[in-house]
Nanobody, 125 residues
Framework: QVQLVESGGGLVQAGGSLRLSCAASGRTFSSYNMGWFRQAPGKEREFVAVIIRSGGATYYADPVKGRFTISRDNAKNTAYLQMNSLKPEDTAVYYC??????????????????WGQGTQVTVSS
């Protein structure tokens, strides 16, 4: 089992940057694939990015490709989401998620067993 805590959200102007962190408890962080999702008011939770256990592969949703970068530091039990060139439509609560198994439909929230509490990102125009 793993517990996840996100941090780093806040208010930023369009074009700005933020880096989100997801700190995980436990000694088996490297056993988990780590994902980032977001949910805007009135919308469903949507996939943002995922990084496999070793960090050797990453996948992104089309709206964030080229702007966001997911990474992880297994020695620090932490995953990151670097967000550049932020847009107002990026405004949402951002969640990190973890699962030991890899699924081809990794973009589906129900493929992840563990979730953080979320951190708010607001991008002003």
């Amino acid at each position: 089992q793993v517990q996840l805590v996100e941090s780093g959200g806040g208010l930023v102007q369009a074009g700005g940057s933020l880096r989100l962190s997801c700190a995980a408890s436990g000694r088996t962080f490297s056993s988990y694939n780590m994902g980032w999702f977001r949910q805007a008011p009135g919308k469903e939770r949507e996939f943002v990015a995922v990084i496999i256990r070793s960090g050797g592969a990453t996948y992104y949703a089309d709206p964030v490709k080229g702007r966001f970068t997911i990474s992880r530091d297994n020695a620090k039990n932490t995953a990151y989401l670097q967000m550049n060139s932020l847009k107002p439509e990026d405004t949402a609560v951002y969640y990190c998620a973890a699962d030991k198994l890899w699924y081809s439909d990794y973009e589906k929230p129900n493929r992840y067993d563990y979730w953080g509490q979320g951190t708010q990102v607001t991008v002003s125009s």
